[in-house]
């Protein structure tokens, strides 16, 4: 089984630039999250999707954040325009529905850095 | 606020002892509990959990248990070997209404020496 692909696996923009990461999740997952780890930080969710419905977006900063999942499977998170605050790990995972006994299944995430 | 905690940054045992890796929390109404590990450049890897209704959960070295009245789990990793080395997050799982939500913890860094 193939697991959470994103990408890209790096990126380094300056501040007030804008950005975009790519996950394609677990084949039939129908859930999928994207969350944001800090450094010394545990990950903290930022959106969740059941299909390409949003079912939380309660921590996601919707003045800069931006998140999509077109057609149900492929997400696609944005940051316009970037601060240096938004420096950090974006993980994105998936998980077949959203109970609590299935775990999520993270990918390798995309290292933002903001000069 | 913070949910969930692992109050120890680090632990550091020998190859072949017991490791032992603690995680609170404060919010009584957290009807899982799970544990990730995550090596370095990599995600989080779903290691083990345990429902809030049982005390222990066991898989091959790793042993997962639960005191609901003490708001405190532990992993128990025995016997320790050095590809154990790597953080080691707890998370708690929460119905939010419409979907089940995780609070991760800081993590812990565990490093097993030969």
């Known amino acids: 089984e193939a697991g959470v692909a994103q990408s890209p696996r790096y990126k380094i923009i300056e501040k007030r630039q804008s950005v975009a990461f790519w996950c394609n999740p677990i084949?039939?997952?129908?859930?999928l999250y994207w969350y944001q780890q800090i450094l010394g930080q545990g990950p903290k969710l930022l959106i969740q999707f059941q299909n390409n419905g949003v079912v939380d977006d309660s921590q996601l900063p919707k003045d800069r954040f931006s998140a999509e999942r077109l057609k149900g499977v492929d997400s696609t998170l944005k940051i316009q325009p970037a601060k240096l605050e938004d420096s950090a790990v974006y993980l994105c995972?998936?998980?077949?529905?959203?109970?609590?006994?299935?775990?999520?299944?993270f990918g390798d995430g995309t290292r933002l850095s903001i000069l | 606020d913070q949910q969930v905690k692992q109050n120890s940054p680090s632990l550091s045992v020998q190859e072949g002892r017991i490791s032992i890796l603690n995680c609170d929390y404060t919010n009584s109404m957290f009807d899982y509990f799970l544990w990730y590990k995550k090596y370095p450049a990599e995600g989080p890897t779903f290691l083990i959990s345990i429902s809030s209704i049982k005390d222990k959960n066991e898989d091959g070295r790793f042993t997962v248990f639960l005191n609901k009245s003490a708001k405190h789990l532990s992993l128990h990793i025995v016997p320790s070997q050095p590809g154990d080395s790597a953080v080691y997050f707890c998370a708690a799982s929460l119905f939010g209404g419409s979907n089940y939500k995780l609070t991760f913890g800081k993590g812990t860094l565990l490093t097993v020496n030969p």
């Open positions: 084949s039939g997952h129908a859930t």
């Open positions: 995972a998936s998980s077949l529905v959203s109970t609590s006994n299935q775990p999520q299944h």
